[in-house]
T-cell receptor, first 114, second 113 residues
Framework: QQQVKQSPQSLIVQKGGISIINCAYE??????FPWYQQFPGKGPALLIA?????SEKKEGRFTISFNKSAKQFSLHIMDSQPGDSATYFC?????????????FGQGTILTVHP | DAGVIQSPRHEVTEMGQEVTLRCKPI?????LFWYRQTMMRGLELLIY????????DSGMPEDRFSAKMPNASFSTLKIQPSEPRDSAVYFC???????????FGEGSRLTVL
């Protein structure tokens, strides 16, 4: 019940295209859903996050779509750039003092070809 | 701010040896987390502290692992004795609990031969 399932494992997109990564969770106690971006040799860094009181959040080229009834959320990267090539992790936590107790998806390796 | 600082960045040791990983969180952050990353298990939480007090250590794999936070600016993760299956990248992260964001260090890559 603690799992967060992420797909696809890898994704190749042409420059200017749309990258879409999907995640699904089971634990209905989860109420905080961040996406982290990780470059080789670096730690993960927060990209964007959403709470279940909204269905969509946009920050620049990055958008999270959230479907509470389906227990799914996704990351859309518009106008993908070679600099976006990295590993992306979705995650979830139950908030409060457990906010940082994140359950991570397995990650998606994104490659954006110029 | 310099961010979360971890040391060493790389550690190669032999099975049975003691390993100590160190972390300096961002000043003012009252939460500190230790995560481990492997190809097989991905990113998993080992333990976290709030105001220097361990809150949840349910992710610590076994008694060979221990973590301390003697003050607000320093934490250690110790493995004694180390085993080859402990080989992984260990991340320290800190946060305030206000925004929900975790700030990760660059990690300590441990190889146990």
């Amino acid at each position: 019940q603690q799992q967060v399932k992420q797909s696809p494992q890898s994704l190749i997109v042409q420059k200017g295209g749309i990258s879409i990564i999907n995640c699904a969770y089971e634990n209905t106690a989860f109420d905080y859903f961040p996406w982290y971006q990780q470059f080789p040799g670096k730690g993960p860094a927060l990209l964007i996050a959403i709470r279940p009181d909204v269905s969509e959040k946009k920050e620049g080229r990055f958008t999270i779509s959230f479907n509470k009834s389906a227990k799914q959320f996704s990351l859309h990267i518009m106008d993908s750039q070679p600099g976006d090539s990295a590993t992306y992790f979705c995650a979830a936590s139950s908030g409060g003092t457990s906010y940082g107790k994140l359950t991570f998806g397995q990650g998606t390796i994104l490659t954006v070809h110029p | 701010d310099a961010g979360v600082i971890q040391s060493p960045r790389h550690e190669v040791t032999e099975m049975g040896q003691e390993v100590t990983l160190r972390c300096k969180p961002i000043s003012g952050h009252d939460y500190l987390f230790w995560y481990r990353q492997t190809m097989m298990r991905g990113l998993e939480l080992l333990i976290y502290f709030n105001n220097n007090v361990p809150i949840d250590d349910s992710g610590m794999p076994e008694d060979r692992f221990s973590a301390k936070m003697p003050n607000a600016s320093f934490s250690t993760l110790k493995i004694q004795p180390s085993e080859p299956r402990d080989s992984a990248v260990y991340f320290c992260a800190s946060g305030t609990g206000v925004t929900g964001e975790l700030f990760f260090g660059e990690g300590s890559r441990l190889t146990v031969l």
